[in-house]
């Protein structure tokens, strides 16, 4: 496949700072598609969180979990899970030091508690709901990522001790929970070898610390107006605010438009 491919984060990105999708953007990125550019979307998200997001765009390719699970064209192409033995040491710490978990698979999540103040915080500024209590669901499926609630100041023990995993912080009191090595990147270069398409053809844009691998990795990495001066350093070139329609702009900076 010759014709190059984009790689879009959603909150900041895609999504402005009240999770609306701005009609520039949205014009944007039917532009691409009718050039017969591949449009994907790179999150840290879990598909259920996006489906939505998805269809209105018409987008049936992604990386989600920040690059845990994988899917071209509607048809999952790569998946790793979280092993249960590092997770479950995880979630003992955790509990005894009095900070709640989130664990997701692709279509659902569960709490490990309910009515912390730390997962209602976090998780409504993404407008989602407060999930349904369930504290021995990563026993029973495959997860992909968990959400540990914890303040910066906390965050050291759990690198320290736990270091079979790797975290990235999203929010003020919460961190993904991946993998060891797990990366948005290592979930393009899965997407890319499947396709076809050689990493010189591909393009990012993202605004968060969980997109620098992706940046990095690409062809072409772009780090939005508003990402952390952390990305901005990294990418390629940057490109305006989300909110002023800093992804139109990018497309047009980078040639695709």
């Known amino acids: 496949m010759t014709q190059p491919i984009v790689f879009l984060d959603i909150d900041g990105t895609i999504l402005d700072h009240d999770k609306r ?12 598609k009718a050039q017969g550019v591949t449009v994907a979307i790179a999150t840290g998200r879990a598909p259920f969180m996006f489906k939505d997001l998805r269809e209105e765009l018409d987008i049936h390719s992604f990386v989600s979990f920040n690059g845990q699970y994988v899917v071209y064209e509607d048809e999952v192409i790569y998946s790793n899970p979280l ?9 003992e710490e955790a509990i005894a030091t009095g900070h709640p978990m989130v664990f997701l698979n692709h279509e659902e999540m569960r709490a490990s508690e ?3 103040g730390y997962i209602a915080n976090s998780l409504g500024s993404l407008k989602m709901d407060y999930p349904t209590i369930d504290p021995s669901f990563y026993k029973q499926t495959d997860i992909y990522q968990a959400l540990l609630f914890c303040e910066e100041t ?3 023990h759990y690198l320290q001790k736990h270091d079979a995993l790797d975290y990235i912080r999203w929010h003020e009191y919460s961190m993904d929970v991946l993998p060891l090595g797990g990366s948005k990147a290592i979930g393009v270069q899965k997407f890319l070898e499947k396709v076809g398409i050689p990493v010189e053809r591909s393009y990012a844009f993202g605004d968060g610390l969980n997109d620098r691998e992706m940046l990095q990795y690409v062809g072409t990495g772009v780090a939005m107006g508003n990402a952390k001066e952390e990305v901005k350093l990294i990418a390629d070139l940057v490109t305006g605010d989300v909110e002023d329609n800093g992804l139109r702009e990018g497309f047009h900076k ?3 438009l």
């Open 21 to 32: 999708i701005p009609a520039a953007t949205r014009e944007a990125v039917d532009q691409l």
């Open 83 to 91: 092993p249960t033995n590092h997770l479950d040491a995880l979630y």
């Open 114 to 116: 309910e009515e912390h």
């Open 154 to 156: 906390d965050e050291a």
């Open 254 to 256: 980078v040639g695709l």
